[in-house]
DNA sequence: CCGCATCCGGGGCGATACTG
DNA sequence: CAGTATCGCCCCGGATGCGG
């Protein structure tokens, strides 16, 4: 492991987490739960597999990651976080609250998705402007593997997999249905981006912002 | 710029702060409000000079870093954080909190030490027991440069530089001035290793947390 | 198929020297 | 003081192989 040598809490963080992948892999982790190596490769497109099993490594030397063997008729190892690892949540939520802004531009050129990357702007965007209501249960298609977004006690929790009686089912391209969790579009606008409703387009709107959350700039200032 | 080249706001976020070295100068000029460069290397021992350069260019033209030609009669460049740059703190607060049980069991053989860094676990432990009462000055010098810990309105802050009329000033080395902030340790002990409390020893255990500060094990869980 | 290990080319990184 | 220049080295990325 290579370390900053410096007794400083931050430099610590950093000597365990800094490498990259490092806290992607967390954040595959903190999506899934309990993943398999396969399911970590999915989550992570462009890592080499080599760079993959030695972070895994690295992660479980320093108590952040658990790998178990799952028992027959799985046969399989399942990767988990430890509760250590699971203390990174409000880590990885600042990174992501950080990072929004550049995801409100819309993707770069090549970029590719997971479905379950919106769970940073769902959580972050998305409020229960009506928590007395009965709960309400939104499945979303952005990508290959729906989400399901749900309000329980006045708070909006996003998980993967499929609601059995979803309110409203959501699809679309995640740049428009970005724009509008983020307030910044208005659903006839994202119905001609291609977002399809399907259901009861209330309980959408219960949870979508009532006007723009603001988002600073991410994108850089141009020098002379 | 290397990116991960997925549309993730984690990774997004992690393309502009990701490299190596790139968050640990977000740590100094959080620390320092603005400096110059030789105060940025100071402040990173280890760091090669033309990384430095080239991270305070990226973060420039990534809108986080803002380089001043400061006036006469100083006649320098000086570097400081944009508001983009100072919305890292919380980002950085969490990882220092994470870090810091790394940092409870002591400096690593060869590890060095900046009196600034002392700001996170100071700001984390400390609390005024005694909100109403008058400010506090504390003077504390655990190595070269002295830093001063002050109470207002209920909150303990942290800042370089010293004191005018300090209430207590303390001394020793970082580790044993640690265990005293995270309560690991009492005030007769921390003496035993060295500690000096030098004024009013009351207006330091005002600031003082009264039982142990629960530290999650941060080593390794070693493995067979 | 799953969970890696191995090999190899390129570039980011680390250390030192040097300069306006 | 504030960098640039240079040069190994090792980390990283990509491809392939391979045992369970």
């Known amino acids: ?62 108590g952040v990651v658990l790998r178990e063997e799952a028992p027959p008729p799985i046969a399989t190892t399942v990767f988990r976080l430890t509760p250590r690892g699971e203390q990174l949540r409000p880590l990885l ?28 702007p769902a959580e972050l965007f998305l409020t229960d402007s009506h928590p007395e209501g009965p709960p309400v249960s939104i499945e979303l298609h952005a990508a290959e593997s729906p989400l399901v977004i749900e309000t329980a006690d006045g708070e ?36 001609g981006l291609g977002v399809e409703v399907e259901g009861d387009a209330a309980a959408l709107e219960r949870v979508l912002p009532a006007a723009p959350v603001l988002v600073p700039p991410g994108a850089s200032e141009s020098r002379p």
């Open 156 to 191: 909006v929790h996003v998980r993967r997999g499929r609601a059995t009686n979803p309110d409203v089912v959501l699809r679309g391209a995640p740049h428009p249905i970005l724009g509008l969790f983020s307030g910044q579009m208005g659903l006839e606008e994202a119905r």
């Open 1 to 62: 492991m290579r370390t900053y040598g410096q007794y400083c809490a931050v430099a610590k963080a950093l000597d365990v987490l800094g490498d990259r992948w490092t806290l992607l892999i967390v954040r595959e982790l903190l999506l899934s739960g309990t993943a398999r190596y396969t399911d970590l490769r999915n989550g992570l497109p462009g890592i080499a597999t080599n760079l993959l099993a030695e972070r895994l490594r690295e992660l479980e030397s320093a």
């Open 93 to 120: 939520d600042e990174l992501g609250r950080w990072g929004i802004p550049y995801m409100t531009e819309g993707p770069a050129e090549g970029d590719l998705f997971r479905e379950q990357w919106m769970a940073w």
